[in-house]
Nanobody, 112 residues
Framework: DVQLQASGGGEVQPGGSLRLSCAAS????????MSWFRQAPGEKPEWVSS????????IYADSVKGRFTTSRDNAKNTLYLHMDLLKPEDTAVYYC?????RGQGTLVIVSS
């Protein structure tokens, strides 16, 4: 079974940083583009970023461009999201996806 488990969330002050991880199993990780989504309370899911099979530069939503960086380690079957200059509006459950499968999310709260 495909399993995607995000971790690394927590509470941080505005302007702070966090690094999220998504551990993947049950499929050949290096064969798939991976994406991050987030869902704020009461809101629809929002695409955040995607990264190709071999890594390199990701693509980003305008709302996070220049602040968030996505990367991957295919040897560890792990996807990352490094988030800088966090804002209260970044508060959401973050989760990774591939090929229509949504993983378990991790909660990020940005608050003073």
């Amino acid at each position: 079974d495909v399993q995607l488990q995000a971790s690394g969330g927590g509470e941080v002050q505005p302007g702070g940083s966090l690094r999220l991880s998504c551990a993947a199993s049950g499929f050949t990780f290096s064969d798939f583009t991976m994406s991050w989504f987030r869902q704020a309370p009461g809101e629809k899911p929002e695409w955040v970023s995607s990264i190709g099979r071999t890594g390199g530069a990701g693509i980003y939503a305008d709302s996070v461009k220049g602040r968030f960086t996505t990367s991957r380690d295919n040897a560890k079957n792990t996807l990352y999201l490094h988030m800088d200059l966090l804002k209260p509006e970044d508060t959401a459950v973050y989760y990774c996806t591939t090929s229509g499968t949504r993983g378990q999310g991790t909660l990020v709260i940005v608050s003073s």
